[in-house]
């Protein structure tokens, strides 16, 4: 029996790049496409490109292979092995009403765990800002009283939505929110790069440090005060009264070392 073209556990394509593929293979198509690269490590590239005069995000990954499997399991580390995890969690994003990127491209091919070979497609999310940039004078500049308190507010809502729905982002950084500039109601903010995210029937408490303290890593040098981390405690914790910071001290404590500790060990997040 002839082999197809090219094997798929899985594919996905929006009309108009189902023609753009039309019988070809979209891995070696997106291979050859020339764009703005953003990211290339050994097993994953990041690039832009333009398509009938819109422009797209494309992330391509090889397999990591076992070495890499295995050294990311003996330090307890999630291993990455494609798009399917960055599929999985934007669907589950859209489920409960957190804006995200608009997948027009997904495939995976490959059953050995260290040769998967997959691909993801999203739109530009054009006209937007990360908050880091957005953030980056508050210092030297701070921003009205009701823009600092409309964000933190949005923030601490995302990211308790998201925990208490199972997810973790787990690079969940102020560089990894897109506000959008020309939206008609203020705060219209978009989470990107869930490259590495885990999905969960209900997500430890382990994961949830982690993403805290990485978001108060990336906001340090921003200059929020004592009252703007007690707001947004207090908006995070608003469907869970057992995390609010009077009923659980220990839970932000622990936020907070680990936050301190990685600006000890990286330093400043820009």
């Not at 108060?216 to 707001?231: C, H, T």
């Amino acid at each position: 029996m002839q082999k197809p073209i090219y094997e798929l556990l899985m594919l996905y394509l929006n009309g108009e790049f189902k023609e753009y593929f039309s019988e070809s293979d979209p891995f070696k198509v997106l291979q050859r496409l020339e764009g703005k690269v953003y990211r290339q490590v050994k097993s994953r590239k990041t690039f832009q490109f333009e398509h009938n005069g819109m422009t797209y995000f494309a992330k391509l990954h090889d397999g990591v292979g076992w070495l890499e499997i295995f050294k990311n399991l003996i330090r307890l580390k999630l291993p990455v092995l494609g798009a399917r995890v960055e599929w999985d969690a934007i669907k589950r994003l859209n489920q409960i009403s957190i804006a995200t990127m608009n997948v027009v491209g997904f495939g995976q091919r490959g059953w050995n765990p260290a040769k998967i070979q997959s691909f993801i497609i999203t739109e530009d999310l054009r006209e937007t800002i990360s908050l880091e940039e957005f953030c980056l004078e508050w210092t030297d500049s701070p921003p009205a009283h009701s823009i600092r308190r409309a964000l933190i507010k949005e923030v601490a809502r995302i990211a308790s939505v998201m925990h208490s729905s199972g997810i973790s982002h787990r690079d969940f950084y102020l560089c990894h929110f897109l506000l959008h500039k020309e939206a008609k109601h203020f705060p219209k903010l978009s989470l990107i790069d869930l490259h590495r995210a885990i999905i969960q029937k209900r997500l430890s408490r382990r994961w949830i440090i982690k993403d805290i303290a990485g978001l108060y890593y990336s906001a340090m040098q921003i200059g929020l005060s004592k009252r703007d981390l007690l707001r947004f405690a207090r908006h995070y914790s608003a469907e869970d009264k057992e995390l609010t910071y009077r009923n659980n001290i220990e839970f932000w404590a622990q936020v907070e070392k680990r936050a301190d500790n990685m600006f000890k060990r990286l330093g400043p997040a820009r």
